[in-house]
């Protein structure tokens, strides 16, 4: 009789070598691995190898960075998404699409279920499990971390480490890194260790091998650099003329971010399981293109309508954070920005100087900026009548007039 398959999220790390092995000695169950190519580069080297010496019976290693691009990264910018005023969801947008590969790869596989090794205490778990939710219903999610069994076999990495070694598990483990980091095409991150103290200062000299993607802004170059962003509808098509596919702009836009140190965040942010945590982000190409886009829309989109996006970017960030990328709602929200897109098209000029993102021009032609009427000379067109503006000041001060002349007659 053949024994149940069970897709495993697999990062070659630890916690997942391990969950591996338990997985296949408790349930008696045939293991597939899969590893989702987000842009991890290295850290994807051997992976094959480990997990077949580990247990599994296949990995899927898929290449998902096109996709990841064009169909995550790409939409959540359109609605300029930004979780808490200050994270670019790097990690948040990468789980959805993730849990839909391993959805898809345990129907192709007949399995009964997907699992994964994130923590009772993140968001990574609930990310997961609401996509799964939505694209696959009939499948089990098994979380060992949220297990007691599992829980009581491995109370501590010392146990885990010791579990490897007897079973001969190829796993590395290190306290030269006190931290916890997850990389993909639009950021890295690191969290826990020393981390943990939100006192620790991540930016001072002696900690400077931490960062991967990003130099040092002090020691960024001191000339500036001008580089040119073409937008269509909404999304970033070429860099200095040149077009390119999402990738290809998020790759090179990486390159260049992280040669001026553009795009660190240290922050102390709020997990959708209850609790504080604190993060610290790389971000290079994705702070660009989110400074870019801002300054596309300033030119293109009309204000009402842009006042009317923007009051949705709290909701919108939220959603994404907290796991609700297949939602009803995300997606209603996604058509109102598709719309609200339609004519962010033209070319964004950028300098960047030592972490900065700076502004330093941008054109359109369907842009709504019109020289003649917001020129402070003659107005050609005579298009605005500056004494238009006595009777408008004087309507949007009537309601003022009255309540003050209440509040005057209560004192009185």
């Not at 500036?224 to 999304?235: H, P, S, T, V």
């Not at 999402?246 to 399981?273: A, Q, S, T, W, Y």
Request: charged residues 25%.
């Amino acid at each position: 009789m053949a024994k149940p398959k069970i897709v495993l999220a697999y990062s070659g790390g630890l916690d997942t070598s391990i969950i591996l092995k338990w997985l296949k000695e408790t349930y008696d169950a045939e293991i597939i691995a899969f590893t989702a190519d987000i842009g991890q580069r290295d850290e994807l080297d051997g992976l094959e190898e480990k997990a077949l010496a580990t247990g599994a019976s296949k990995i899927y290693i898929d290449d998902l960075q096109d996709e990841f691009a064009k169909d995550f990264i790409y939409p959540m910018f359109q609605a300029g998404a930004l979780y808490e005023g200050q994270y670019l969801l790097g990690t948040s947008i990468a789980r959805p699409l993730i849990a839909k590969r391993m959805v898809e790869i345990a129907r192709r596989e007949g399995a009964i279920a997907i699992a994964h090794g994130a923590t009772g205490k993140g968001n990574d778990q609930v990310r997961f499990e609401l996509t799964a939710a939505a694209l696959a219903p009939e499948l089990e999610v098994i979380a060992p971390w949220r297990l007691d069994a599992f829980r009581e076999t491995f109370p501590g990495r010392a146990e885990m480490i010791a579990y490897a070694e007897k079973h001969g598990i190829p796993v590395t483990a290190s306290a030269s890194k006190p931290y916890s980091t997850d990389r993909n095409l639009l950021h890295i991150s690191f969290e826990s260790g020393m981390l943990e103290d939100p006192w620790f200062d991540p930016s001072a000299t002696s900690n400077k091998e931490m960062f991967v993607l990003s130099v040092d802004p002090e020691d960024a170059p001191d000339q500036a650099e001008y580089i040119e962003l073409n937008f269509e509808k909404g999304n970033c098509v070429g860099i200095n003329g040149d077009l390119m596919t999402p990738l290809h702009i998020m790759d090179k836009l990486n390159e260049l971010g992280g040669k001026h140190g553009i795009g660190r965040v240290d922050m102390v942010e709020n997990r959708f399981v209850g609790m504080k945590s604190r993060g610290v982000y790389e971000t290079p190409g994705g702070t660009i293109l989110f400074s870019a886009h801002r300054k596309m829309e300033s030119l293109t989109m009309d204000r009402e309508v842009m006042s009317l996006r923007d009051s949705l970017i709290s909701r919108y960030s939220t959603l994404v954070y907290n796991g609700f990328w297949f939602a009803p709602e995300r997606l209603a929200l996604q058509a109102l920005v598709n719309e609200s897109q339609k004519n962010v098209s033209g070319t964004v000029r950028l300098k960047l100087y030592k972490g900065n993102v700076i502004g330093a021009g941008v054109q359109s032609p369907v842009s709504l900026y019109n020289p003649n009427i917001a020129t402070m000379e003659a107005d050609p067109t005579q298009a605005y009548n500056q004494g238009d503006a006595t009777g408008f000041i004087r309507l949007n001060a009537l309601r003022l007039k009255v309540s003050s002349g209440v509040e005057q007659s209560a004192k009185s």
